[in-house]
């Protein structure tokens, strides 16, 4: 979703700032625009489209020292350069970015009209620029602090001023101030600046930022008092984010997850004991996420049934205020998000605190909001990840759920046993050979119209989450199913040739899925088993390691392979699928 970096220092900002903007291109969206200060003037560009190989030179903008850039994933107004941010208030002296959106944009824009406030565009952006330009009088700082104060809903905005300076504040979206010498930077994530400094200060919701040659104050909007901050240095390096020798973070991502499940794996035992005595003694528990991580949640309400025989109820994050009513101070919560930034997460979040609740989370970014407004934290381990379609966070976030389970169970210690050696089996799995074989299959899936995906027991939420990769990377019609499930209803869909993926796991759900691809073939389906052993009624095998109550994690890895090559085989970005977003930070 929509991404933002400022800068002020002594380097030139539009260079500065359109390179941030390409650290950013894997949030995704759809135009992007860069303002910055000029001999005085505030000068703009604005683009439909990707940032690629945009150079500073073909902006023509001139040398600045100052300067704000965005991309924006459209919400309130159509794909244009004039719905574009920077957005410029009347006099044209404040230029302004913004994520989220202002809930109340109408109500606001026919006020301001009524005031004279020209409007350009059809982005409820544009009523906080010129909000801001209505209390200027009290001066930038004090303008702000009122603009924010009128805003419903969650959003983070960046303003500069002609006069040279930048303010910033945060009532839901997330933003950071990086410190490099003598220069500092605003961002909604950190990659945008990772390059130049690791010195980095987190603004809390609530609060705003003003940034001058002397560097960064903060305050808190409501009271309007100085707040101290903390220069916190982070660990992450600038290679890690890089795609390397891979051609696409996608493919550079799965092959990570050869580590990445190791790393999930080391949590601190206490504390996965701890929370696991916490998930027994809960009255009624509830595992939210929304997208991938939704799917994961359903799989965690699998490990703990077919595990722990313990009852976790799975939530898709936007449904859960119809599940409210049932919260009360012994619920517990867990909360599962790459980037601890999703919305309707949050909302969950917001709703399980207001009756005192309990919020566990299982999170890949650190600092992330949802960090903050978590009681525990479970980091998953699986550095930064670009692609859009999630694969190696997703695989760290089944990794640490199975551990909770089998901690719930009594038996942690298995559990990880069992998680080890699932890392060593995937280890070896994705070797050139594995992948070519899984390429082959692409190259005659990727003219299908559909593609089904069946599963049964715990593989019957992976069945799900395989739709989605398919989905997301080739833009050919997937969808999961339960095994059981077909005759009801989709196997009309089936005819001569359509292709349907099995995930045949050596678990107790095996020949009564065998049987359900037996149906399936019987009406001229083409058959592809994921299975640790080959069956005559596949037409197409790939071999995955036998995992146990581990199968949903080896089995997705075929299939995000599949999604890889089909989206390369068609020409498309495998790491920015059009309309997606990394982190979905509106409801
Ligand atoms: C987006 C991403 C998905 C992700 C979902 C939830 O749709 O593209 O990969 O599963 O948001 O995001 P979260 O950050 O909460 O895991």
């Not at 799995?429 to 119209?449: G, T, V």
């Not at 392979?561 to 309309?579: C, S, T």
Request: glycine share 8%; charged share 20%; hydrophobic share 45%.
């Amino acid at each position: 979703m929509c991404g933002i970096i400022a800068y002020l220092g002594p380097k030139d900002a539009p260079s500065v700032v359109l390179d941030g903007l390409k650290k950013l291109e894997y949030r995704g969206y759809d135009s992007w625009g860069i303002g910055c200060l000029s001999k005085g003037k505030i000068l703009l560009v604005k683009k439909v489209g990707k940032v690629g190989q945009a150079k500073t030179s073909d902006l023509g903008l001139g040398a600045a020292g100052m300067a704000v850039g965005h991309t924006r994933w459209a919400t309130h107004g159509g794909i244009s350069e004039k719905n574009a941010h920077p957005h410029l208030d009347c006099s044209g002296k404040l230029a302004l970015v913004h994520n989220g959106i202002v809930e109340n944009y109408q109500e606001l824009r026919k006020r301001l009209q009524a005031q004279n406030h020209k409007f350009v565009s059809e982005s409820d952006t544009e009523v906080i620029v010129h909000l801001v330009e209505n209390y200027l009088n009290l001066g930038l700082r004090k303008a702000v602090e009122r603009a924010a104060s009128e805003l419903k809903g969650r959003s983070a905005f960046v303003v500069l001023d002609s006069s040279g300076e930048i303010a910033a504040a945060r009532t839901g979206s997330p933003l950071i101030v990086g410190c490099g010498e003598g220069e500092f930077f605003i961002a909604s994530d950190i990659p945008a600046f990772l390059s130049h400094t690791r010195k980095v200060m987190y603004l809390d919701d609530g609060q705003m930022v003003m940034i001058g040659k002397a560097g960064p104050q903060f305050f808190d909007l409501a009271s309007g008092k100085e707040a101290k901050k903390r220069v916190v240095e982070i660990d992450w390096n600038v290679e890690a984010a890089e795609k390397g020798d891979y051609e696409h973070f996608l493919i550079k991502e799965i092959m990570e997850q050869k580590d990445t499940l190791w790393q999930a794996i080391s949590q601190d035992e206490a504390k996965i004991a701890k929370v696991a005595g916490q998930i027994k003694d809960a009255y009624g528990t509830f595992l939210v996420g929304c997208g991938t991580a939704g799917k994961v949640c359903m799989a965690g309400e699998y490990f703990f049934a077919k595990i722990a025989r313990k009852h976790v109820n799975f939530a898709v994050a936007s449904e859960f205020p119809s599940y409210e009513s049932f919260l009360q101070p012994r619920t517990l919560m867990i909360a599962v998000s790459q980037s601890g930034e999703t919305a309707d997460v949050l909302e969950a979040i917001a709703a399980a605190r207001k009756k005192k609740a309990r919020v566990i989370s299982l999170l890949n970014v650190f600092g992330s909001t949802m960090m903050r407004v978590s009681d525990e934290v479970f980091m998953v381990n699986a550095g930064v990840e670009k692609a859009v379609v999630s694969t190696k966070a997703t695989t760290a976030q089944l990794s640490v759920l199975l551990l909770l389970a089998y901690a719930s169970a009594g038996r942690l210690a298995e559990g990880k046993r069992l998680l080890l050696d699932t890392a060593s089996a995937v280890n070896d799995m994705l070797n050139p050979r594995y992948e070519e074989h899984i390429k082959r299959l692409a190259e005659r899936l990727h003219q299908s119209e559909h593609i089904y995906i069946i599963g049964r027991g715990l593989n019957y939420p992976i069945a799900l989450e395989a739709a989605i990769k398919i989905q997301e990377t080739s833009y050919i019609h997937a969808e999961g199913f339960a095994g059981g499930e077909l005759k009801h209803g989709p196997i009309a869909l089936i005819s001569r040739g359509t292709p349907c993926i099995v995930m045949a796991a050596n678990d107790d759900s095996f020949h009564e899925i065998i049987s359900n691809a037996m149906e399936v073939k019987a009406r001229g389906g083409h058959i592809i088993g994921i299975s640790p052993q080959n069956n005559e009624v596949f037409d197409y095998w790939i071999k995955v390691p036998d995992a146990g109550n581990a199968s949903p994690i080896v089995n997705i890895i075929p299939v995000q392979i599949l999604a890889y090559h089909l989206a390369v085989i068609k020409g498309l970005d495998p790491d920015m699928p059009r309309n997606l977003a990394k982190s979905v930070t509106v409801k």
